[in-house]
């Protein structure tokens, strides 16, 4: 399982840097403007500089309106400025078949540029409450589009959590079908250390955290702690050398 870590700025991103053994991705966002919030252009750039070459930088595009063609050039904008994951929040669209439409341009957009940039397809785990599709669509809309992977995060960050939305047995499913369709699958939305043993048992490729590895928990006035992420880090790695085990005792 793959860490993704959501620096705010650069800043945040030089401490990323100090701890960057202990993280396999750095995600560009800005949480002041949403769940997925876009930055700028500019603030990739310095972050994709300030990080290691060899740990890959992602970057959201927004919790984006149903706009296929705005959407391709923001996110054309975002593997311009560097970064090699391109995440498009669908929280403007309510029928799958706009989720795809926006998700096809944002792959042309992207591929056409550069081949080997993955985009992520992310929905919500609270759709519910925004009105946007539904969680368990998100895999054959990725399929259906092109994109690499398939993504929950929440939506309204008011302390609910992902499970809180869609349960263990409900998310296990969402990974099941990421899989089958040949995606990675990307689970995130308040994730705590306490969660990694169901993430690793489901087969979770990529967690991805900002709350649990900043000071107090707090995602909006807390600062990533370098210390935090390595314990993060340690939690996962224990958590693996445990299923491997039992997978091993298992055959």
Same mark, same amino acid.
């Given at each position: ?52 070459? =060899?740990?890959? #930088?992602? /970057? ?8 296929? *063609?705005? +959407?391709?050039?923001? !996110? %054309? ?38 081949? =080997?940039?993955? #985009?992520? /397809? ?8 925004? *009105?946007? +599709?539904?969680?368990? !669509? %998100? ?113």
């Amino acid at each position: 399982m793959l860490l993704l870590i959501s620096p705010d700025s650069v800043e945040e991103a030089l401490v990323c840097a100090k701890a960057a053994r202990y993280l396999d991705i750095v995600d560009v966002k800005k949480p002041d403007e949403g769940s997925l919030g876009a930055n700028f252009p500019w603030v990739i750039r310095e972050i994709r500089d300030a990080v290691p070459a =060899d740990k890959p #930088v992602s /970057a959201t595009v927004g919790d984006v309106p149903y706009k296929p *063609g705005t +959407v391709a050039q923001a !996110a %054309l904008g975002a593997v311009v400025s560097g970064a090699s994951y391109i995440k498009v929040g669908l929280y403007g669209c309510t029928t799958p078949e706009q989720a795809v439409d926006v998700m096809r341009g944002v792959v042309r957009a992207v591929k056409d540029h550069r081949p =080997d940039a993955l #985009v992520v /397809a992310s929905g919500y785990a609270d759709a519910h409450r925004v *009105g946007c +599709v539904n969680p368990l !669509a %998100l895999p054959d809309i990725a399929r259906r589009a092109g994109c690499d992977a398939a993504m929950l995060d929440t939506a309204i960050k008011d302390g609910s959590r992902l499970f809180d939305h869609v349960p263990p047995d409900r998310c296990a499913e969402f990974v099941r079908l990421a899989h089958e369709a040949g995606l990675l699958a990307a689970l995130a939305g308040s994730v705590t250390a306490g969660d990694l043993g169901t993430l690793t048992r489901i087969g979770t490729d990529i967690v991805g955290v900002r709350g649990a590895v900043c000071e107090r928990g707090d995602r909006n006035s807390g600062r990533i702690q370098p210390q935090l992420v390595a314990a993060f880090r340690a939690e996962m790695d224990r958590h693996a050398g445990e299923q491997a085990a039992a997978v091993t005792a298992a055959s």
